[in-house]
């Protein structure tokens, strides 16, 4: 059985092509109720989780902060300003590779994996951005063994 492709679903998919960056759910339902006040909150984020389902956006989980959405679904990485808190899309031909010590994951299988990449942005680096706080995001990255902190 086919998913309907409905008003609302049509709505958020052009508020996402609008907008820049990876917004949140409150984001859309922001810029959705702009010009459709009728809208709820309610129908936005189940039309998200149901466009995600879909395979038709991203959800990007971030640790300590709303979740993000991506309009572009081919493979790619991101990465967060810790000034600004701008998300960025990072393509690259070949994937990474993550050396994970067989005898650490016997009990485990890995499905799937998220690597969010953590810097300043190019704004931040010229000074151009007002927010200078490191506290957009609480996340915290283990350095690996040998790596300074």
Same mark, same amino acid.
């Given at each position: 059985?086919?998913?309907?492709?409905?008003?609302q679903k049509q709505l958020i998919l052009n508020a996402m092509n609008q907008m820049e960056d990876h917004p949140t759910a409150d984001e859309?339902?922001?810029?959705?109720?702009?010009?459709?006040?009728?809208?709820?909150?309610?129908?936005?984020?189940?039309?998200?989780?149901?466009?995600?389902?879909?395979?038709?956006?991203?959800?990007?989980?971030?640790?300590?902060?709303?979740?993000?959405?991506?309009?572009? =679904?081919?493979?790619?990485?991101?990465? $967060?300003?810790?000034?600004?808190? *701008?998300?960025?899309?990072? /393509?690259?031909?070949?994937?990474?590779?993550?050396?994970?010590?067989?005898?650490?994951?016997?009990?485990?299988t890995i499905e799937e994996y998220t690597i969010l990449f953590k810097g300043i942005c190019?704004?931040?680096?010229?000074?151009? =951005?007002?927010?200078?706080?490191?506290? $957009?995001?609480?996340?915290?990255? *283990?350095?690996?063994?040998? /790596?300074?902190?």
């Amino acid at each position: 059985m086919s998913k309907r492709n409905t008003i609302q679903k049509q709505l958020i998919l052009n508020a996402m092509n609008q907008m820049e960056d990876h917004p949140t759910a409150d984001e859309v339902y922001q810029k959705i109720a702009a010009s459709y006040p009728g809208i709820s909150k309610a129908t936005v984020y189940r039309n998200l989780g149901t466009l995600t389902e879909d395979g038709l956006i991203l959800k990007l989980n971030v640790p300590g902060a709303a979740d993000k959405y991506d309009r572009s =679904t081919h493979a790619h990485y991101h990465a $967060v300003c810790s000034r600004c808190g *701008k998300f960025i899309d990072l /393509e690259t031909d070949r994937p990474l590779r993550v050396d994970i010590d067989d005898t650490a994951m016997k009990d485990f299988t890995i499905e799937e994996y998220t690597i969010l990449f953590k810097g300043i942005c190019m704004e931040c680096k010229n000074g151009q =951005t007002e927010n200078t706080s490191n506290d $957009v995001f609480n996340i915290e990255f *283990k350095k690996s063994k040998g /790596e300074k902190a």
